[in-house]
């Protein structure tokens, strides 16, 4: 379970090779906003993030909305394994 604080926007990408993904917000620590890729089949381990220098849950849950499919492929593509637990 990804907490409480993911409970907001959620959107979802297909990514080039067919995958679904699921992407909702993270709160990686004191401030700290990140988008958590969520594959949809399933694969805890397979959770992958990315930073978001928003600077509150308002705005990165409105940045989250302004990314367009491209912008969210990036991010996927330059995303790290999620190492958070819960």
């Not at 694969?43 to 990165?60: N, W």
């Amino acid at each position: 379970m990804l907490g409480p604080e993911q409970e907001g926007t959620v959107r979802r990408i297909c990514d080039l090779s067919g995958d679904d993904w699921d992407i909702v917000l993270g709160h990686a620590s004191w401030g700290v906003f990140e988008i958590l890729f969520v594959p949809v089949d399933g694969g805890r381990d397979t959770i992958r993030t990315a930073p978001l220098p928003e600077v509150s849950r308002s705005a990165a849950d409105q940045a989250l909305m302004r990314f367009q499919r491209e912008d969210l492929l990036e991010l996927l593509a330059a995303s790290q394994p999620w190492s958070g637990s819960g």
